[in-house]
């Protein structure tokens, strides 16, 4: 598989959990939020790494950068700095990546409503930067 369909993979991958991350923030029930932000947290991560394998990251170098949104960011600012404007959202999204997702000496993290709606406009933002790079790119 070249670098242009692994993107697409990524992408595919990144649409359906930024799809089941809307469906479950839609929702009034409040045990659902944090899975939610889970899943939103995951699609942003793979709209930003598909960047990378667009511009040739084999797919098993992307284990160096884990779930650090730094990292990544550091990375795709070698070819596009106005990732930088989404950067402390992402960072802020990070809490879902491991630390929400499992639970503390018993205790289950709980989110707020406005939290999910600040990572859902983050993902919203990061997939149109994906999409408006990859076209740019094409240029």
């Known amino acids: 598989m070249d670098n242009e369909e692994l993107h697409n ?3 595919k991958r990144a ?3 930024y799809k089941s991350g809307k469906a479950l923030a839609s929702l009034t029930d409040r045990d659902v939020l944090l899975d939610a932000g889970t899943l939103l947290q995951q699609s942003a991560e793979c709209y930003l790494k598909a960047i990378l394998i667009y511009h040739g990251l084999a797919e098993d170098e992307l284990k160096k950068y884990g779930h650090r949104f730094f990292s990544i960011i550091e990375d795709i600012s070698k070819y ?3 990732i930088r404007e989404l950067s402390n959202n992402l960072i802020d999204m990070q809490y879902y ?4 997702r499992y639970p503390d000496n018993g205790i289950i993290a709980e989110v707020e409503e ?3 709606k600040k990572c859902l406009a983050t993902v919203e933002n990061v997939k149109e930067f994906t999409e408006n790079h990859v076209k740019n790119a094409n240029r």
């Open 80 to 82: 596009d700095k106005n």
């Open 114 to 116: 406005v939290e999910i």
């Open 9 to 11: 993979v990524w992408i």
């Open 97 to 100: 990546a491991v630390t929400a």
């Open 15 to 17: 649409d359906l959990h």
